[in-house]
């Protein structure tokens, strides 16, 4: 089936600098990729998305690219803050559904 | 920030028994969505509505699994024969259009014993 790989399952920055999180999609009818962002014992949280008519969005410290020719797209946070630790998950959606990858714990050393 | 209520927040069921879980979708979204989350952070698509309608739904919904969101009311998931690979969190998302903007709620954490 269509998968999303989510390429960093760990990701240890200092506070102040940049993370990024990649993913992969395999299904190339997919024109919606959303970020969600996941803390301890909590659901998912919209943080930003990306449709497939734009290659790059921002929203404050956030930053979506998207290559569709690689089937790729990513997620960078700038000047990161403690309170960015969580896991981010990336999705694809495939018709009305989403399909996720399986996480990125994101951890910002103060 | 997410307005989706789910209910119980925990449900825990022996091998066999029914579970079942309701949503309420945010004021205005139309379409919703249920999805499973492993402990592996594995997430499996289980169903989508619009309206009252099946938009989608993987097989297993179609055995051990129903769902409906029937007008003003809550939507439920119910499994009706609970096993133990059914334990995770359930999420509920809705949605105002398609695939866009899916809010989750808290999710029912099922524990089958």
């Known amino acids: 089936g269509e998968k999303v790989e989510q390429h960093e399952s760990t990701l240890s920055v200092r506070e102040g600098d940049s993370a990024v999180i990649n993913c992969t999609y395999t299904?190339?009818?997919?024109?919606?990729f959303p970020w969600y962002k996941q803390e301890a014992g909590k659901s998912l949280h919209f943080v930003i998305d990306?449709?497939?008519?734009?290659d790059r969005k921002q929203s404050q410290r956030l930053i979506v690219l998207l290559d569709k020719k690689a089937k790729r797209f990513s997620l960078h946070i700038t000047a990161t803050q403690p309170e960015d630790s969580a896991i981010y998950f990336c999705?694809?959606?495939?018709?009305?559904?989403?399909?996720f990858g399986t996480g990125t714990s994101l951890l910002v050393d103060p | 920030n997410s307005k989706v209520i789910q209910t119980p927040r925990y449900l825990v069921k022996g091998q066999g028994q029914k579970a079942k879980m309701r949503c309420i979708p945010e004021?205005?979204?139309?379409?919703v969505f249920w999805y499973q989350q492993n402990k592996n952070n594995e997430f499996k698509f289980l169903i989508n509505f619009q309206n009252q309608e099946v938009l989608q739904q993987i097989d297993m919904t179609e055995k051990r699994f129903s769902a409906e969101c029937p007008s003003n009311s809550p939507c439920s998931l119910e499994i009706q024969s609970s096993e133990a690979g059914d334990s995770a969190l359930y999420l509920c998302?809705?949605?105002?259009?398609?695939?866009?903007?899916?809010?989750f709620g808290p999710g029912t954490r099922l524990t089958v014993l």
């Open positions: 004021k205005g979204h139309p379409v």
């Open positions: 998302a809705s949605s105002y259009r398609g695939p866009y903007e899916q809010y």
């Open positions: 999705a694809a959606n495939m018709g009305y559904k989403l399909t």
């Open positions: 990306i449709r497939s008519n734009v």
């Open positions: 299904d190339t009818a997919s024109s919606y």
